[in-house]
């Protein structure tokens, strides 16, 4: 049986909480199946010594703290740059001297054949190390592309782009194939580094169908209330997608608007953008409440509102937009709660504007039988077809595809029917891994 050994810079926790995690997670949970799975990954800075998780019999993860180089480095860049997001350059660097990573690496290459890199940023193992083993990149996006206009504006940053791209060429030309979410990264990718196409190989993002099978069918024929949901991660697209989310609140104070996972944070910290709103005072007013009382009222909407006014431990408090205040950021939810907020919530959106990859987030929301609106960006990679899965569309059309869906119950109801289908044919992380599995 051959046995394989992945390394990524952050863990795979559980349940994952990005669509980061989730492919990390899913594919090698997958790969456990049949054959023996070890994760080594970075953690949290503070944390006192490696841990080892076992996520099933046959796949264990090696968890390694990060250290004093990650602090100093992500304070020169916080402190000298605009860059948003750097956590995987920051680790690759600290990779390269960390003395608990070199010694698990050296003690777990001889005990496996293949060798997944979950990004390029751990490809800093010395060659001689990795003679005799197949190198396989799952590569979630075009780390260098995605990050150029992030990091080309300072001269930390172009030094640390220059290494992203040294180390994603390095690992690109050495590897025997690429795993890529979508035909657009394997060009991007062969053209970015000069290699042979015919090594990428399309296993796109997925989702875990059967996790939504209660909210599907709770929402079948439901009425679509006036609320919008956005879910991202502390990523530096989401981050430009929620400020495009504010900019279409301003023009329509009769929908409300949430924001659920780890990107409120980037939002919550900037006092002179959000507000605190406490959710035992939180209540609907004015346009908004005319809204949602419209046609005979909707009694989703007191579950909403029941769901804002709940405090959950754990949970991050409550903030709005100061000039949007139909905008809510409502932090990291539990799987328990996001799934609770995908029942109550009327529209899902997906306004992005930069990024490579795929959005497993569309996925949980077709999964969830969710009507999104999505631009041709947050599309990408996905076969969907507009006004049969879902609605892609311009930002500027936005607004008017809102009001389309909260006024066209059958349109709603073909989106959530065929968006379902589309989910469980051809983005069941059962299936792409045994595609994947095949090809090695």
């Known amino acids: 049986m051959k046995s394989v050994l992945a390394l990524s810079f952050h863990p795979a926790f559980t349940p994952p909480m990005s669509g980061g995690e989730e492919r990390l997670y899913y594919v090698l949970n997958g790969f456990s199946h049949y054959e023996h799975v070890t994760l080594i990954s970075f953690t949290f800075h503070g944390v006192d010594r490696v841990e080892t998780v076992y996520h099933s019999p046959c796949f264990k993860e090696i968890r390694i703290p990060k250290g004093m180089v990650s602090l100093a480095l992500h ?19 600290e990779s390269r001297i960390n003395p608990a990573f070199r010694r698990i690496v050296r003690e777990e290459l001889p005990r496996h054949d293949i060798i997944f890199f979950e990004s390029p940023f751990l490809f800093t193992i010395p060659g001689r190390l990795l003679r005799n083993h197949t190198l396989v990149y799952n590569a979630y996006n075009n780390e260098y592309e995605l990050m150029k206009s992030a990091f080309s504006g300072s001269f930390i940053g172009k030094i640390l782009l220059s290494y992203v791209a040294y180390t994603e060429r390095g690992l690109a030309r050495a590897c025997k194939l690429l795993f890529v979410v979508s035909r657009d990264d394997a060009e991007s990718l062969a053209r970015t580094y000069g290699i042979d196409p015919g090594k990428c190989i399309v296993a796109p993002n997925g989702i875990c169908p059967a996790c939504y099978d209660r909210v599907f069918q709770e929402r079948a024929h ?34 409300l608007f949430l924001i659920a996972g780890n990107v409120s944070r980037y939002f919550a910290s900037r006092d002179s953008q959000t507000e605190p709103c406490e959710r035992d005072a939180y209540t609907l007013s004015g346009e908004l409440y005319k809204n949602f009382q419209k046609g005979g009222g909707n009694p989703q909407i007191d579950r909403i509102c029941e769901f804002i006014r709940e405090h959950r431990e754990g949970e991050e408090p409550l903030r709005r937009f100061s000039h949007s205040r139909n905008v809510l950021l409502l932090g990291q939810l539990s799987e328990e709660r996001k799934l609770e907020l995908f029942h109550l919530t009327g529209i899902a959106l997906n306004p992005m504007t930069t990024g490579s990859g795929t959005n497993i987030k569309v996925l949980g929301y077709l999964a969830a039988g969710l009507p999104t609106i999505t631009t041709p960006k947050g599309a990408r990679g996905l076969d969907l077809v507009d006004r049969h899965h879902a609605l892609i569309c311009d930002l500027n059309d936005f607004p008017e595809k809102i009001h389309e869906l909260l006024n066209d119950p059958g349109l709603v109801e073909i989106l959530r029917e065929n968006g379902r289908i589309l989910v469980e044919r051809e983005y069941d992380w059962n299936t792409i891994v045994e595609r994947m599995r095949r090809t090695l």
Do not use: D, R, W
């Open 222 to 255: 439901m009425k679509t209330s006036p609320v919008c949901l956005f879910i991202g991660s502390y990523h530096p697209p989401n981050i430009e997608a929620v400020i495009q989310i504010v900019n279409i609140a301003a023009k329509m104070p009769g929908v």
């Open 75 to 93: 304070g020169l860049i916080q402190k000298f740059t605009t860059i948003k997001e750097c956590s995987g350059v920051v680790t690759s660097l």
